[in-house]
Protein backbone atom coordinates (compact mmCIF):
# COMPACT_ATOMS: atom_id res chain seq x y z
CA UNK A 1 0.00 0.00 0.00
CA UNK A 2 2.75 2.34 0.64
CA UNK A 3 4.48 1.53 -2.16
CA UNK A 4 1.42 2.12 -4.21
CA UNK A 5 1.01 5.88 -2.43
CA UNK A 6 4.75 6.69 -3.13
CA UNK A 7 3.98 5.48 -7.21
CA UNK A 8 0.58 7.54 -7.36
CA UNK A 9 2.41 10.27 -5.99
CA UNK A 10 4.84 10.29 -8.42
CA UNK A 11 2.81 10.16 -11.20
CA UNK A 12 0.32 13.17 -10.22
CA UNK A 13 3.26 15.45 -9.42
CA UNK A 14 6.30 14.67 -11.39
CA UNK A 15 4.56 15.31 -14.77
CA UNK A 16 3.77 19.30 -14.36
CA UNK A 17 7.13 19.56 -12.40
CA UNK A 18 9.33 18.07 -14.88
CA UNK A 19 7.62 20.43 -17.33
CA UNK A 20 8.32 23.04 -15.65
CA UNK A 21 11.80 22.19 -15.36
CA UNK A 22 12.33 21.75 -19.20
CA UNK A 23 10.86 25.25 -19.00
CA UNK A 24 12.78 26.86 -16.69
CA UNK A 25 15.97 25.01 -18.83
CA UNK A 26 15.21 26.21 -21.98
CA UNK A 27 15.11 29.83 -21.32
CA UNK A 28 18.38 30.35 -23.31
CA UNK A 29 18.29 34.36 -21.94
CA UNK A 30 17.51 33.38 -18.79
CA UNK A 31 14.59 35.61 -18.48
CA UNK A 32 13.12 34.11 -14.47
CA UNK A 33 16.02 33.31 -11.33
CA UNK A 34 15.27 29.93 -10.24
CA UNK A 35 14.82 31.95 -7.06
CA UNK A 36 11.91 33.43 -8.64
CA UNK A 37 10.38 30.87 -10.06
CA UNK A 38 10.19 28.57 -6.29
CA UNK A 39 8.39 31.19 -4.61
CA UNK A 40 5.68 31.77 -7.54
CA UNK A 41 5.74 28.15 -6.77
CA UNK A 42 5.21 28.89 -3.11
CA UNK A 43 2.16 31.17 -4.28
CA UNK A 44 0.83 28.66 -5.90
CA UNK A 45 0.66 26.42 -3.19
CA UNK A 46 -0.85 29.47 -1.23
CA UNK A 47 -3.62 30.19 -3.62
CA UNK A 48 -4.68 26.08 -3.85
CA UNK A 49 -5.53 26.46 0.15
CA UNK A 50 -7.28 29.76 -0.57
CA UNK A 51 -9.20 27.92 -3.28
CA UNK A 52 -10.32 25.70 -1.18
CA UNK A 53 -11.50 27.67 1.22
CA UNK A 54 -13.71 29.57 -0.29
CA UNK A 55 -14.95 27.07 -2.95
CA UNK A 56 -16.15 25.14 0.61
CA UNK A 57 -17.67 28.39 1.79
CA UNK A 58 -19.58 28.90 -1.81
CA UNK A 59 -20.31 25.04 -2.07
CA UNK A 60 -22.02 25.14 1.27
CA UNK A 61 -23.70 28.60 0.57
CA UNK A 62 -25.41 27.96 -2.70
CA UNK A 63 -27.95 25.17 -3.73
CA UNK A 64 -26.19 23.52 -6.34
CA UNK A 65 -24.62 20.10 -7.24
CA UNK A 66 -21.00 18.98 -7.00
CA UNK A 67 -21.21 18.43 -10.71
CA UNK A 68 -22.46 22.12 -11.67
CA UNK A 69 -19.88 23.32 -9.35
CA UNK A 70 -17.17 21.90 -10.39
CA UNK A 71 -17.88 22.53 -14.16
CA UNK A 72 -18.94 26.70 -13.30
CA UNK A 73 -17.85 27.92 -10.30
CA UNK A 74 -14.78 26.49 -9.34
CA UNK A 75 -12.93 27.12 -12.33
CA UNK A 76 -14.00 31.14 -11.76
CA UNK A 77 -12.86 30.96 -8.03
CA UNK A 78 -9.61 29.09 -9.25
CA UNK A 79 -8.58 30.79 -12.27
CA UNK A 80 -9.23 34.30 -10.18
CA UNK A 81 -7.02 33.25 -7.86
CA UNK A 82 -4.26 31.92 -10.07
CA UNK A 83 -4.58 34.95 -12.26
CA UNK A 84 -3.61 37.46 -9.12
CA UNK A 85 -0.58 36.30 -8.70
CA UNK A 86 0.02 36.79 -12.67
CA UNK A 87 -1.75 40.33 -12.30
CA UNK A 88 0.68 41.22 -9.22
CA UNK A 89 3.98 40.21 -11.43
CA UNK A 90 2.92 42.07 -15.00
CA UNK A 91 1.89 45.41 -12.85
CA UNK A 92 5.25 44.66 -10.77
CA UNK A 93 7.45 44.76 -13.73
CA UNK A 94 8.25 41.31 -13.14
CA UNK A 95 7.43 40.31 -16.57
CA UNK A 96 9.01 41.34 -19.78
CA UNK A 97 8.08 38.86 -22.66
CA UNK A 98 6.30 36.16 -23.31
CA UNK A 99 8.66 32.94 -22.15
CA UNK A 100 8.94 34.23 -18.45
CA UNK A 101 5.06 34.98 -18.89
CA UNK A 102 4.89 31.43 -19.33
CA UNK A 103 6.69 30.28 -16.69
CA UNK A 104 5.55 32.12 -14.02
CA UNK A 105 2.16 31.10 -15.43
CA UNK A 106 2.97 27.20 -15.18
CA UNK A 107 5.23 27.97 -12.28
CA UNK A 108 1.97 29.17 -10.09
CA UNK A 109 -0.30 25.86 -11.99
CA UNK A 110 2.27 24.01 -10.68
CA UNK A 111 2.42 24.76 -7.10
CA UNK A 112 -1.74 24.56 -6.91
CA UNK A 113 -1.56 20.90 -8.51
CA UNK A 114 0.62 19.71 -6.29
CA UNK A 115 -1.40 20.61 -3.26
CA UNK A 116 -4.52 19.90 -5.24
CA UNK A 117 -3.01 16.04 -6.13
CA UNK A 118 -1.57 15.81 -2.29
CA UNK A 119 -4.51 16.91 -0.73
CA UNK A 120 -6.89 14.42 -3.28
CA UNK A 121 -3.90 11.84 -3.01
CA UNK A 122 -4.95 12.17 1.32
CA UNK A 123 -8.50 11.80 0.70
CA UNK A 124 -8.77 8.88 -2.29
CA UNK A 125 -5.61 6.68 -1.33
CA UNK A 126 -7.51 3.88 -2.94
CA UNK A 127 -7.72 5.46 -6.53
CA UNK A 128 -6.25 3.22 -9.16
CA UNK A 129 -3.13 3.75 -11.60
CA UNK A 130 -5.77 5.47 -14.53
CA UNK A 131 -7.01 7.98 -11.95
CA UNK A 132 -3.49 8.99 -11.29
CA UNK A 133 -2.40 8.97 -15.06
CA UNK A 134 -5.06 11.42 -16.05
CA UNK A 135 -4.75 14.14 -12.74
CA UNK A 136 -0.47 13.60 -13.59
CA UNK A 137 -0.90 14.00 -17.53
CA UNK A 138 -4.46 15.95 -17.73
CA UNK A 139 -5.41 17.95 -14.58
CA UNK A 140 -2.15 18.92 -13.32
CA UNK A 141 -0.56 20.20 -16.53
CA UNK A 142 -4.30 21.68 -17.13
CA UNK A 143 -3.46 24.37 -14.11
CA UNK A 144 -0.22 25.10 -15.50
CA UNK A 145 -0.99 25.50 -18.62
CA UNK A 146 -4.43 27.59 -18.14
CA UNK A 147 -2.52 30.36 -15.96
CA UNK A 148 0.44 30.52 -18.42
CA UNK A 149 -1.90 30.91 -21.36
CA UNK A 150 -3.77 33.59 -18.84
CA UNK A 151 0.03 35.28 -18.45
CA UNK A 152 0.82 35.49 -22.22
CA UNK A 153 -2.22 36.80 -23.07
CA UNK A 154 -2.36 39.66 -20.34
CA UNK A 155 1.27 40.34 -21.72
CA UNK A 156 0.50 40.85 -25.36
CA UNK A 157 -2.78 42.77 -24.38
CA UNK A 158 -1.22 44.79 -21.62
CA UNK A 159 1.42 45.68 -24.50
CA UNK A 160 -0.88 46.64 -27.15
CA UNK A 161 -2.44 49.07 -24.85
CA UNK A 162 0.78 50.17 -23.00
CA UNK A 163 -0.93 49.84 -19.50
CA UNK A 164 -1.58 46.59 -17.69
CA UNK A 165 -5.15 47.48 -16.68
CA UNK A 166 -8.25 45.34 -16.30
CA UNK A 167 -8.96 45.33 -20.50
CA UNK A 168 -5.64 43.72 -20.09
CA UNK A 169 -6.27 40.90 -18.02
CA UNK A 170 -9.67 39.92 -18.54
CA UNK A 171 -9.55 37.88 -22.00
CA UNK A 172 -6.97 35.77 -20.65
CA UNK A 173 -8.88 34.92 -17.87
CA UNK A 174 -12.20 34.31 -19.91
CA UNK A 175 -9.89 31.94 -21.80
CA UNK A 176 -8.12 30.28 -18.65
CA UNK A 177 -12.11 29.36 -17.43
CA UNK A 178 -13.13 27.86 -20.84
CA UNK A 179 -10.47 25.68 -20.60
CA UNK A 180 -10.14 24.81 -17.49
CA UNK A 181 -14.69 24.43 -17.37
CA UNK A 182 -14.31 22.47 -21.17
CA UNK A 183 -11.66 20.00 -19.17
CA UNK A 184 -13.73 19.34 -15.88
CA UNK A 185 -16.98 18.77 -17.95
CA UNK A 186 -14.81 15.78 -19.61
CA UNK A 187 -16.40 16.17 -23.35
CA UNK A 188 -14.21 13.41 -24.07
CA UNK A 189 -13.20 10.42 -22.34
CA UNK A 190 -11.11 11.49 -19.26
CA UNK A 191 -8.12 9.44 -20.58
CA UNK A 192 -8.75 11.23 -23.80
CA UNK A 193 -8.96 14.33 -22.76
CA UNK A 194 -5.33 14.03 -20.99
CA UNK A 195 -3.63 12.97 -24.05
CA UNK A 196 -5.69 16.32 -25.71
CA UNK A 197 -4.20 18.14 -23.12
CA UNK A 198 -0.75 16.59 -23.86
CA UNK A 199 -0.85 16.73 -27.77
CA UNK A 200 -1.91 20.72 -27.29
CA UNK A 201 0.07 22.44 -24.78
CA UNK A 202 3.91 21.44 -24.73
CA UNK A 203 4.04 22.51 -28.73
CA UNK A 204 2.05 25.63 -27.73
CA UNK A 205 4.45 26.15 -25.20
CA UNK A 206 7.50 25.35 -27.97
CA UNK A 207 6.21 27.76 -30.14
CA UNK A 208 5.74 31.15 -27.43
CA UNK A 209 9.38 30.26 -26.52
CA UNK A 210 10.53 30.51 -30.48
CA UNK A 211 8.42 33.23 -31.11
CA UNK A 212 9.78 35.29 -27.77
CA UNK A 213 13.24 34.42 -28.35
CA UNK A 214 13.23 36.26 -31.42
CA UNK A 215 11.25 39.09 -29.71
CA UNK A 216 14.29 39.25 -27.13
CA UNK A 217 17.02 39.03 -29.71
CA UNK A 218 14.99 41.98 -31.76
CA UNK A 219 14.45 43.92 -28.26
CA UNK A 220 17.96 43.51 -27.48
CA UNK A 221 19.91 45.17 -30.54
CA UNK A 222 17.03 47.91 -30.81
CA UNK A 223 17.24 48.70 -27.40
CA UNK A 224 21.09 48.42 -27.38
CA UNK A 225 21.70 50.65 -30.09
CA UNK A 226 18.99 53.27 -29.01
CA UNK A 227 20.34 53.34 -25.46
CA UNK A 228 24.26 53.31 -26.91
CA UNK A 229 23.08 56.77 -29.26
CA UNK A 230 21.60 58.27 -25.98
CA UNK A 231 24.17 57.60 -23.83
CA UNK A 232 26.78 59.63 -26.69
CA UNK A 233 24.44 62.09 -26.89
CA UNK A 234 24.56 62.99 -23.58
CA UNK A 235 28.46 62.86 -23.32
CA UNK A 236 28.66 64.87 -26.11
CA UNK A 237 28.43 68.41 -25.20
CA UNK A 238 25.66 68.96 -27.60
CA UNK A 239 23.06 67.50 -25.89
CA UNK A 240 21.22 70.40 -25.43
CA UNK A 241 20.67 71.03 -29.39
CA UNK A 242 18.90 67.58 -29.80
CA UNK A 243 15.21 67.25 -29.60
CA UNK A 244 15.61 65.16 -26.41
CA UNK A 245 17.60 68.15 -24.81
CA UNK A 246 15.08 70.61 -26.53
CA UNK A 247 12.11 68.91 -24.35
CA UNK A 248 14.18 68.85 -21.30
CA UNK A 249 14.91 72.69 -21.72
CA UNK A 250 10.98 73.35 -21.87
CA UNK A 251 10.76 71.46 -18.57
CA UNK A 252 12.31 74.61 -17.13
CA UNK A 253 9.07 76.81 -17.06
CA UNK A 254 7.55 73.63 -14.49
CA UNK A 255 10.32 72.66 -12.96
CA UNK A 256 13.17 74.02 -10.25
CA UNK A 257 16.80 74.04 -11.92
CA UNK A 258 18.21 71.71 -9.60
CA UNK A 259 15.67 69.30 -10.36
CA UNK A 260 16.58 69.78 -14.02
CA UNK A 261 19.95 68.98 -13.38
CA UNK A 262 18.74 65.87 -11.33
CA UNK A 263 16.74 64.78 -14.17
CA UNK A 264 19.44 64.70 -16.86
CA UNK A 265 21.85 62.80 -13.80
CA UNK A 266 19.12 60.09 -13.82
CA UNK A 267 18.45 60.07 -17.75
CA UNK A 268 22.45 59.11 -18.03
CA UNK A 269 22.03 56.30 -15.03
CA UNK A 270 18.98 55.57 -16.40
CA UNK A 271 20.62 54.55 -19.81
CA UNK A 272 23.68 53.09 -18.41
CA UNK A 273 21.85 50.68 -16.31
CA UNK A 274 19.50 49.67 -18.89
CA UNK A 275 22.79 49.16 -21.14
CA UNK A 276 24.04 47.10 -18.58
CA UNK A 277 21.29 44.79 -18.01
CA UNK A 278 20.80 44.21 -22.19
CA UNK A 279 24.55 43.35 -21.85
CA UNK A 280 23.65 40.79 -19.17
CA UNK A 281 20.91 39.21 -21.34
CA UNK A 282 23.32 38.77 -24.36
CA UNK A 283 26.08 37.44 -22.21
CA UNK A 284 23.63 34.88 -20.66
CA UNK A 285 22.18 34.01 -24.32
CA UNK A 286 26.39 32.71 -24.89
CA UNK A 287 26.21 31.01 -21.57
CA UNK A 288 28.10 33.22 -19.52
CA UNK A 289 26.62 34.47 -15.70
CA UNK A 290 27.82 37.82 -15.07
CA UNK A 291 27.37 39.09 -11.76
CA UNK A 292 26.59 42.52 -10.49
CA UNK A 293 29.09 44.87 -9.66
CA UNK A 294 29.45 47.47 -6.54
CA UNK A 295 29.29 49.95 -8.91
CA UNK A 296 26.27 48.63 -10.32
CA UNK A 297 24.87 48.71 -7.31
CA UNK A 298 25.83 52.26 -6.22
CA UNK A 299 24.33 53.70 -9.43
CA UNK A 300 21.52 51.87 -8.31
CA UNK A 301 20.87 53.33 -5.16
CA UNK A 302 21.96 56.99 -6.46
CA UNK A 303 18.76 56.66 -9.21
CA UNK A 304 16.91 55.52 -6.72
CA UNK A 305 18.05 58.84 -4.67
CA UNK A 306 17.08 60.55 -7.98
CA UNK A 307 13.90 59.27 -7.91
CA UNK A 308 12.58 60.96 -4.59
CA UNK A 309 14.43 64.40 -5.46
CA UNK A 310 13.12 64.83 -8.55
CA UNK A 311 9.74 63.35 -7.92
CA UNK A 312 6.58 61.78 -9.39
CA UNK A 313 5.43 64.47 -11.36
CA UNK A 314 8.63 64.84 -12.94
CA UNK A 315 9.66 61.89 -13.61
CA UNK A 316 5.97 60.74 -15.64
CA UNK A 317 6.94 63.93 -17.89
CA UNK A 318 10.67 62.35 -18.54
CA UNK A 319 8.66 58.77 -19.60
CA UNK A 320 8.71 59.98 -23.33
CA UNK A 321 12.96 60.46 -23.10
CA UNK A 322 13.56 56.96 -21.80
CA UNK A 323 10.81 54.40 -23.22
CA UNK A 324 9.36 53.42 -19.97
CA UNK A 325 7.44 50.37 -21.38
CA UNK A 326 7.33 47.69 -19.16
CA UNK A 327 10.49 45.51 -21.05
CA UNK A 328 12.42 48.75 -20.04
CA UNK A 329 11.24 48.71 -16.27
CA UNK A 330 11.29 44.86 -16.29
CA UNK A 331 15.32 44.93 -17.51
CA UNK A 332 15.81 47.23 -14.31
CA UNK A 333 14.01 45.22 -12.02
CA UNK A 334 16.19 42.08 -13.51
CA UNK A 335 19.68 43.77 -13.11
CA UNK A 336 18.08 45.30 -9.49
CA UNK A 337 17.11 42.08 -8.35
CA UNK A 338 20.38 40.86 -7.99
Not at 291 to 319: C, H, N, R, W
Request: proline share 4%; net charge negative; glycine share 10%.
Amino acid sequence: MALNIVVFALVGLLPIVGLLAALVYFDSYKLVSLKMVVAVIVCGTAVAGASYLVNAYLFNHFDVDFTFFTRYVGPVVEELLKGLVIVVLIRTNRIGFLVDAAIFGFAVGTGFAVVENLFYLHQVPDAGLGTWIVRGFGTAIMHGGATAIFAMMALGFADRAGWAGPQAFLPGYAVAVVLHSAFNHLFLSPKLSTVAIIIVLPPLLYAVFQKSEQAVGDWLGHGFDADTEMLELINSGHFSESPVGQYLHTLKATLKGPVVADVLCYLQLYTELALRAKGILMMRESGFEVPVDEETKAKFAEMSYLEGSIGKAALLAIQPMLHMSHKELWQLYMLGSK
